[in-house]
């Protein structure tokens, strides 16, 4: 996944947030969580899910709390809470909540590996090349900004580091560093200013973009199946039926034809980056 | 026809009086290696940049510059292709954040097709061998790869001259030598012109066609490397920018063809002298290291390992070792920056450390070299001013006080930078690579300052690449290899034992062979 163009990555991006954003399906969210879990795990091998694993969580447990806190709409009260009846349509609807919001972010956290800075930048420039450039020179700033305030506050403390003063000369001995940063940065700008214009930068009112992507023919197929499964789901989901609703009364219909056929679909789209991995790996094997 | 003609050029910075540049006359032929060398602010830099329309600064110019037969400034806007240009300072040059990116900059301002593109960086990276960085941020480049990089990205242009300021002044010499070697590969494989400003004459001489030697803003000499070779050397005051082997060769008053290069200075005989006379080591320790091991992460691989490094009260050790061997990780420990994983550090009773970073601007917080100096000194309550003062006058930097940090010459800036250093009243000064960037004149100057600094009973600790400066500076020399201290010894005896790692009185010594 991480080798496809920008236009599928997005494409597949898209599907994975916008189903368990917009279809609270109990079985359609479960699924989408796993198989999401899966993805990521293979991509990264579950880094960013290891690093995130704390706030997802947290968010996740908000939700599922705090709609039956708010919510008393329902018929089933399960108990009391400081007088205020707490339904079992309020709890389920919020673990739907939680769980849809536990798979989009795992989507979007998936999406972090497969689809970088650049490849956004790609997707960017196709609608506003001139403030994509801008922002391709910022980003490359920050990173270096970070770098310099480091290596001038080692040198600052060591400059005053016999004598600690009151929090007045600290702030202004701070306000100081911050201003040496800022006139570091002016001064390299100048020359990044320079360079730009010794290649001939500013010259045409237009410049051409280039970036190392090529929309082969996987790319093609692969966003045929995306947009095929995605329209499929479209009217499935629109056709009726399938919508488990909570309020004002639970559906308790989870399964037929329709939502089979759904989750079906939704499970091969969603696994598509496993498949891609297991193809190359095939073909690996193949050539040794 | 040479394919640039230079004519009575004249130059005067706007709101100034004074010219920069005077009845400059010099030609470049095409497919020629042109050095253009000089004393600091003698306007190397700024006469490339009247060669570029599009950087030139404001300013007054008489004269004329004729490329290919017609003025200058008469050609359209092809002449941003015709001419190319790399600066000094690798960071600041590279505008993306990476490396392919950078490689597009300038073919995408020419709207160049993508299909076009794609193919020039293709054969420009295959070219330059380059194909493991393209994915890199530049920011995780060395400065020798983006120096590359900036080189990479001009040449796609496919320029007919490239003119270069100092492109090697901020790098380490093994990245250095490589860069001049490639750019040397390109004008003679593909005889695009160079015209490159460089105090680093010692390798560019062997390599250059024609040198041209600025001074004041005239020009001194030009001609052929030896034609001004001789010139230089009839001149006390410019004796330092002839490279090593050549003045040996000349003070030796043999006859024949100047010499560049050890080999040819070896088949015509010449011998060199040694001009450090090294104190020996006192005996006192007032820094001494057990044992040191550190990593910066957990399971990141051990940057120092074991190490052990004695400082003698009043001697200067220079510290020796390729890029990347925990040379400046070694300071950071020292100053307490950071902390060993293992070993004892011990820094004697009533030491203090200083410490001058590799990069001058980092110390400055003032608008004046004024404030950098005497407000600093009131601020820390170190100094007085009499006593101040004495020092910005050893330092000769009494002309500069009331302009800004930045506006100064890298000499005076690294000189302002070590004042600033002094007033904290160290005994111990960590210097890190004091001379990157600074030509033969600064070095003398400041091998003269630190040589009083070590006579007032400071100790000296210097990183350095620089191995003519280590020879003509320090006492000890240290080598830094695979994490540990690998080599401990006198100057003359660490040279004399080393063969590939070592000055040119060594490599020309009869008994090494």
Redesign the interface.
């Known amino acids: 996944m991480k080798q496809r163009h920008p236009i599928t990555c997005l494409l597949y991006l898209a599907g994975t947030a916008a189903v368990p954003m917009l279809w609270l399906h109990p079985i359609v969210l479960v699924e989408s969580v796993i198989l999401l879990v899966l993805v990521n795990g293979l991509l990264d091998g579950g880094r960013q899910m290891k690093r995130n694993l704390g706030m997802m969580l947290i968010l996740a447990a908000m939700f599922l709390l705090i709609n039956p806190l708010f919510s008393h709409r329902g018929r089933i009260v399960l108990f009391n809470l400081w007088e205020n009846p707490v339904t079992l349509e309020s709890v389920v609807y919020g673990g739907l909540l939680a769980l849809s919001l536990l798979s989009v972010l795992l989507a979007f956290l998936a999406g972090n590996v497969y689809l970088d800075a650049d490849k956004w930048m790609y997707l960017f420039s196709r609608a506003a090349q001139k403030t994509t450039f801008a922002l391709l020179l910022c980003m490359r700033e920050i990173p270096v900004l970070r770098q310099r305030a480091r290596q001038l506050h080692a040198v600052h403390r060591l400059k005053y580091k016999e004598e600690r003063g009151g929090l007045r000369r600290r702030v202004s001995r701070g306000a100081r560093e911050l201003g040496a940063l800022v006139s570091w940065s002016l001064e390299d700008a100048l020359l990044a200013a320079q360079s730009m214009r010794a290649r001939g930068y500013g010259l045409h009112r237009k410049r051409t973009f280039y970036f190392p992507y090529r929309f082969r023919r996987e790319d093609a197929l692969l966003c045929g199946f995306f947009v095929l499964t995605g329209a499929a789901l479209l009217y499935l989901r629109l056709s009726g039926g399938l919508v488990f609703s909570v309020y004002p009364r639970m559906d308790l219909i989870l399964w037929g034809v329709k939502p089979a056929t759904a989750c079906l679909l939704y499970g091969c789209y969603l696994i598509t980056p496993v498949w891609l991995e297991l193809e190359e790996w095939q073909k690996w094997r193949c050539f040794k | 026809m040479a394919l640039l003609q230079i004519e009575h050029l004249s130059f005067a910075f706007a709101l100034s009086q004074s010219p920069v540049l005077q009845d400059i006359s010099f030609d470049v032929e095409a497919g020629a290696f042109v050095l253009l060398c000089g004393t600091t602010g003698s306007g190397k830099t700024t006469l490339l940049r009247q060669l570029?329309k599009?950087?030139r600064p404001a300013g007054q110019q008489s004269g004329t510059i004729y490329y290919r037969g017609k003025p200058l400034d008469a050609h359209g806007?092809n002449m941003?292709?015709e001419i190319?240009?790399v600066?000094q300072?690798p960071?600041?040059?590279?505008?993306?954040?990476?490396v392919?990116?950078e490689l597009?900059?300038?073919?995408?301002?020419?709207?160049?097709?993508?299909s076009e593109?794609?193919r020039r960086?293709a054969e420009m990276v295959s070219f330059f061998g380059m194909e493991h960085l393209?994915d890199k941020?530049?920011?995780a480049l060395s400065g020798g790869e983006k120096q590359m990089v900036?080189l990479a990205?001009?040449l796609l242009?496919r320029p007919a001259m490239i003119l270069l300021d100092e492109p090697t002044a901020q790098l380490d010499p093994v990245a250095a030598r490589s860069f001049l070697q490639f750019l040397k590969q390109v004008n003679e494989e593909f005889g695009i012109t160079v015209l490159i400003a460089e105090h680093h004459t010692e390798n560019v001489f062997a390599m250059a066609d024609k040198v041209v030697f600025l001074q004041d803003g005239r020009v001194f000499a030009q001609g052929a490397p030896e034609a001004v070779c001789r010139a230089l050397y009839e001149k006390p005051e410019l004796r330092l920018f002839v490279p090593q082997v050549s003045a040996w060769f000349l003070e030796s008053g043999k006859q024949g063809g100047v010499p560049f290069t050890v080999k040819e200075a070896r088949q015509r005989g010449v011998t060199g002298s040694r001009r450090n006379r090294p104190v020996p080591a006192g005996t006192e320790q007032v820094l001494n290291c057990r044992g040191i091991s550190f990593r910066y992460e957990k399971h990141a691989s051990a940057v120092l390992q074991d190490l052990d490094l004695t400082l003698y009260q009043g001697e200067l050790l220079a510290l020796m070792g390729a890029n990347g061997a925990g040379k400046s990780t070694l300071l950071?420990l020292l100053?307490g920056?950071e902390k060993p994983q293992r070993g004892k550090m011990k820094i004697g009773d009533g030491q203090r450390l200083g410490?001058l970073?590799q990069?001058p601007?980092?110390?400055?917080?003032?608008d004046t070299v004024r404030g950098e100096i005497y407000e600093?000194a009131k601020?820390?309550?170190t100094y007085d001013a009499a006593e101040t003062e004495r020092l910005v006058q050893r330092f000769g930097l009494e002309e500069v006080l009331d302009r800004h940090p930045?506006d100064l010459s890298g000499g005076q800036q690294q000189k302002t930078a070590l004042l600033?250093v002094l007033l904290?009243r160290p005994t111990i000064l960590l210097l890190d690579e004091p001379t990157k960037g600074m030509d033969a004149a600064f070095k003398e100057e400041l091998a003269e300052l630190l040589r009083q600094l070590k006579e007032e009973g400071k100790t000296i600790l210097m990183v350095t690449h620089d191995i003519a400066f280590a020879e003509c500076s320090a006492d000890r020399c240290a080598m830094l290899f695979g994490g540990g201290i690998t080599a401990q010894q006198l100057v003359a005896e660490f040279f004399a034992d080393n063969y590939f790692y070592t000055t040119a009185y060594d490599k020309l010594r009869e008994e090494q062979h």
Not at chain 2, 361 to 366: G, N, P
């Open positions: 570029k599009e950087i806007e941003v292709r190319g240009m600066f300072n960071d600041a040059q590279c505008v993306t954040g990476s392919w990116q597009a900059f300038s073919l995408e301002n020419q709207q160049t097709q993508v593109m794609r960086i393209m941020p530049i920011q900036a990205s001009v242009l950071k100053l920056l410490y970073a990069n601007m980092l110390h400055f917080t003032h600093y601020e820390i309550g930045y600033s904290q």
